[in-house]
């Protein structure tokens, strides 16, 4: 918190005073403009600048919320929607100060549909507390949908998440059956619902989904569930190069072996999971798995993937079936943004995120990496690659602003390599305040669509404003 | 067609004689006003009443559309986009007149990634044209999304079309991953993309997918496409009631036994498939199941399946795993709305649609038939049980409008229990002119928002007026 204080600080915007004495009204002592608990709000787990909000509020259902936003409206302040503040795009930033939206007391878990498959929770409960729930409960199911932060629900949804478990599960897209949300006047809007399918008009909860809070704040979420598999199997496998990794992923992905996981780390990053986590793995290019179904449907699958990686030179194809050896595996693939912090202690990671057709992908992976060999920088790469998904992270110095400029243009020259190949700037982080431009490029015409909805449903731009679109 | 001609007469609108000229300079032969042109493109093949639309124009390219569409909106002409003319909401009744775009000329299939197991069509590409050519091509590939008639892709892109092999594949929601879309200005606007996933600003094409030309022309369609099973065995159980039937459906959708299709028909369209079709099936409640995998997968689902169906009662479980079976077996079911028809001659058949969670299904399809007992029309019901959506079919005499009242009161009573129970207004029929009261009870303050979005879009209210949201 020290780096955020410190580029942050001050205090709350006297001109505010009005709207915060009544939203103390409103929310007695939920309502804070402490410079701590500012502090606490002022960034995310990026190496965007943090700002304070002027103030931070704490409601604990629909309806505060809907009167916190208006009387947000009625004095112009800014609203910002904050989960749990793990994103990296600086989304929560409050670039404009405002208040911030805490949802975290809005925790609920409000229904478990067993027969359905499916629960709605109030947008503070993290996936972690769901799937504890949901396995206390006995009930079998569980979310998939796995980012690796313990993200709220309510913020995966705002930001579109996905993680490494999409290629067998999708996204939240894929994930979210319905919501309520309040938008920027203050109204209550359920969209979408419960049915599995719907053609009633517009699709408002896919617009809402990966909104990042600039159309209204999502308070609720119905969510599918999984059925926990029978039985899970993963496996790790070096290869000599990325190239043939990476081929190997595309000959997996079409030839249609069902998984769940597949996920690259290049060698430069297998190397800091080794120092942080102290595994003893080959420092080469190496493909992690896994594999959910039934028993006999995983033993099929991981036979049938064993060849294709021998095919493309995979050495030493580890099996860890049992659960403690899995989940010590796949701490290690969530550790891995951190372990490479390690590799240059002091630095902050510039984390930047594309996504390419999977056939583009050793194109698209071989260039960057190309492209990466005249960079002065430590630059780990690692990915959800089933999707065609993968993470460059920069490791800067933050008072050089040089090294911030220079993984900037890396960062411009990778979306750009993504984007020549059909893809898109940003598979899974969101474009906050880091990709407005890296939008216009991509969808161009589209950002005007956008633009237009924006200023269709918050025509005084108070909800989170600077953020995804301009207006 | 002369239904149509006896309720659509007329000569096109002598003031639209303007932008007639400019659109015939544009176009040439391709810019019709002729009568039977114009009465081909007047109604779906439901009871709407159709209405000639002024013109009929038969774009080549995004290019002309748009052009098409700048000339509508400079003379404040409507546009109604029309694929095949299949559904049955009214959608493509022209009630205000105007232009009708015939995109059946827009036919290329752009490109087949067999990589990617994506494909890009022009909107005019029915499913069937794009299945043959996969076929052809050998890919081992196909587009899965199956609503009986066939349909377009634009066509079902625009209404967010299912059909029996959702509860397997999905909708077009879920198969749609970007699209080309002609706005009410005339521009040109990619949406959405080829990457499998993206968190790049506003979901726009899950805005477009199902607006039904609310919002704009839809044009090109990037879509999924699945691998051609292995293996596919269906089968065939009936019931000793409706309850028994509905019952083993939740059971099976909730222990988890994956299914493609899982379709009930009722006793009533039982006979009428009999009849029509030349069947000899048991004229009781009766399950359509199909699954699809490897062999080992299938044979291990439908061993899974029977004890289910048989707990319920189920008996004659019939398989059928020779594609000619299997065809004849799925033509019975997709004749279903045909069917239900001559059950009484000269009827049209009023049909909605509706679609509620599973575990609610059983509740609802009982009230709903427990209320059909009090209606004099005949009324077969039939679903997609698996997403929890059916159909019931009133056939009415087109001359009688006490029968169209009395079916359009059951409709509403069956909107009712369906809204009463979590579900939703239509699962794939779509709003167009039919739904519009049913889609305000059912989202309510999220018209307000679809409103502000329709405005927004198409301030003119040009692009397909009157269906969806009335503004």
Redesign the interface.
């Known amino acids: 918190m020290t780096d955020k204080a410190r580029t942050a600080k001050g205090s709350s915007d006297p001109n505010r005073a009005p709207v915060f004495g009544e939203l103390r009204s409103l929310l007695g002592d939920r309502m804070r403009t402490d410079e701590g608990i500012r502090e606490a709000h002022a960034g995310d787990a990026s190496y965007h600048k943090p700002r304070l909000p002027d103030a931070v509020v704490f409601p604990a259902c629909n309806d505060e919320v809907s009167k916190i936003v208006k009387l947000c409206a009625r004095y112009r302040t800014p609203v910002v929607p904050f989960g749990t503040g793990t994103a990296v795009e600086g989304g929560i930033v409050a670039v404009q100060g405002g208040v911030c939206i805490d949802l975290s007391r809005m925790n609920r878990i409000l229904r478990v549909?067993?027969?359905?498959?499916?629960a709605t929770v109030e947008a503070g409960v993290t996936r972690k507390q769901l799937n504890r729930h949901l396995a206390e409960a006995g009930t079998g199911l569980y979310f998939p949908v796995d980012p690796g932060a313990d993200a709220s629900l309510g913020g995966m949804t705002a930001?579109?998440?996905?993680g490494s478990a999409?290629v067998g599960y999708g996204?939240m897209?894929?994930n979210v059956l319905g919501l309520t949300v309040i938008?920027a006047d203050g109204?209550?809007?359920?969209?979408g619902?419960?049915?599995?399918?719907?053609?009633?008009?517009?699709?408002?909860a896919?617009?809402f989904?990966?909104?990042e809070g600039t159309?209204g704040v999502i308070t609720e979420v119905t969510l599918k569930l999984a059925?926990v598999p029978e039985a899970v199997s993963a496996a790790v496998c070096a290869f000599p190069d990325i190239s043939s990794a990476v081929n190997a992923v595309?000959e997996l992905?079409?030839t249609?072996i069902e998984m769940t996981r597949i996920e690259l780390l290049d060698e430069v990053q297998m190397g800091a999971i080794n120092a942080y986590s102290g595994f003893d793995y080959k420092v080469a290019p190496t493909l992690f798995f896994e594999f959910h179904g039934?028993e006999?449907?995983v033993a099929?699958r991981v036979a049938a993937a064993g060849p294709v990686t021998d095919r493309h030179g995979g050495e030493d194809f580890r099996k860890a079936t049992g659960q403690k050896e899995r989940d010590r595996l796949w701490q290690a693939r969530y550790d891995a943004y951190y372990a490479s912090q390690t590799m240059r202690p002091g630095s902050v990671g510039f984390v930047t995120d594309v996504?390419?057709?999977?056939?583009r992908l050793a194109d698209c992976i071989l260039k960057t990496k190309e492209e990466l060999k005249t960079s002065t920088l430590i630059a780990p790469l690692f990915g959800h690659v089933g999707?065609?998904?993968f993470h460059v992270v920069f490791l800067i110095d933050p008072n050089r602003p040089e090294e911030l400029a220079e993984a900037r243009k890396f960062g411009e020259r990778i979306v750009e390599f993504a984007l020549e190949m059909?893809?898109?700037?940003?598979?899974?982080?969101?474009?906050g305040l880091g990709?407005l431009a890296?939008?216009e490029q991509?969808?161009g015409?589209?950002?005007?669509?956008?633009q237009?909805?924006k200023?269709?449903?918050d025509p005084l731009n108070i909800m989170n404003p600077g953020k995804?679109?301009k207006v």
Do not use: F, Q
């Open positions: 549909g067993m027969a359905d498959l499916d930001t579109r998440a996905s999409a996204t897209r894929e938008l109204s209550i809007v359920h969209a619902g419960r049915a599995r399918k719907s053609s009633a008009g517009y699709d408002l896919h617009l989904v990966g909104c159309l059925r595309i992905m079409s249609g039934s006999s449907s099929e996504c390419v057709p999977v056939s999707d065609g998904n059909g893809g898109t700037c940003t598979g899974e982080h969101g474009i990709k890296a939008l991509e969808h015409e589209g950002v005007r669509v956008m237009a909805i200023k269709a449903l995804v679109v």
